[in-house]
Structure formats: C-alpha cells, structure tokens
C-alpha cells in the first residue's frame, strides 16, 4: 500500500474541489481515496476501517475555504477599514493598516482617516 504524504493528498482534495465545483467538504484518506462529506462522513469513516489493506487508515478532511480563501484574499470594504482606523488604540496598528492600504486599492478615504487617525493618536 502506498501511503501519500500530505502534499499528495492535499493535491488530491484540491482535485475534487476542482472537478465537482458544488462540494464543500472533502475528506481523503492516506492511501489516496477521495470523499466528498458535504452530507456525512459515513463513507470515508467505513473506508478507513473496513479496507482492502486491513488497516486503518488516516483521514485528512479539508473545506473549499481552505483553497479559496489562499487564491483570493478576503478584501475588507472602505467603511469597514475606516471603522477598524478610528477603533484603533495605537498609531502602529493604523500604520499597517495605512501600509497595507498603500500596497493594495489606495483608497482616498481609508488614506486620508488613516492619517488623520495617525496624526490625533501622535499628538494624545
């Protein structure tokens, strides 16, 4: 029996994600065989058990959250960022939010509160 190391099956949960573009949860097992657990993990639990091999096998279960969310980063809106700025507590945390800012949309609105937050909490 082959046993895959976690790349491998991590690559074989990312296959099923992509083949069956409705699934939410996968699970796989280390000899490689694929379950989709959206309603239940019966399957995959009876697999690891009861197998050819006469071993119990390991189960690694994973989401599509966990792929998609590392392709597409989650964007925070501008009303959002500005009320993380004026909540914030030190001029450290509104300058990375302010970096982060510069790097990515360069939002006028978020900029300017953030200086202006930037400039109130240096003065306090």
């Known amino acids: 029996m082959k046993v895959l190391n976690k790349q491998e099956i ?3 949960a990312a296959d099923v994600f992509k083949r069956y573009k409705k699934a939410q949860k996968v699970a796989v097992t280390t000899d490689g065989m694929a379950f989709i657990t959206d ?3 019966n399957a995959v ?6 197998n050819r091999y006469k071993k119990e096998l390991k189960i690694h279960s994973f989401t599509r959250d966990d792929f998609d969310s590392a392709k597409s980063p989650k964007v925070e809106t501008a009303e959002n960022l ?3 700025i004026n909540e914030a507590e030190t001029a450290t945390t509104v300058e990375h939010i ?7 949309k ?3 609105s978020v ?6 937050r930037i400039k109130e909490l240096k003065t306090d």
């Open 98 to 104: 302010l970096a982060a800012e510069e790097q990515g």
């Open 39 to 41: 309603e239940g993990d």
């Open 45 to 50: 639990k009876n697999h690891a058990i009861k």
């Open 106 to 108: 360069k939002r006028k």
């Open 82 to 84: 500005i009320a993380a």
């Open 10 to 12: 991590k690559a074989v």
């Open 111 to 116: 900029l300017e509160a953030a200086e202006a």
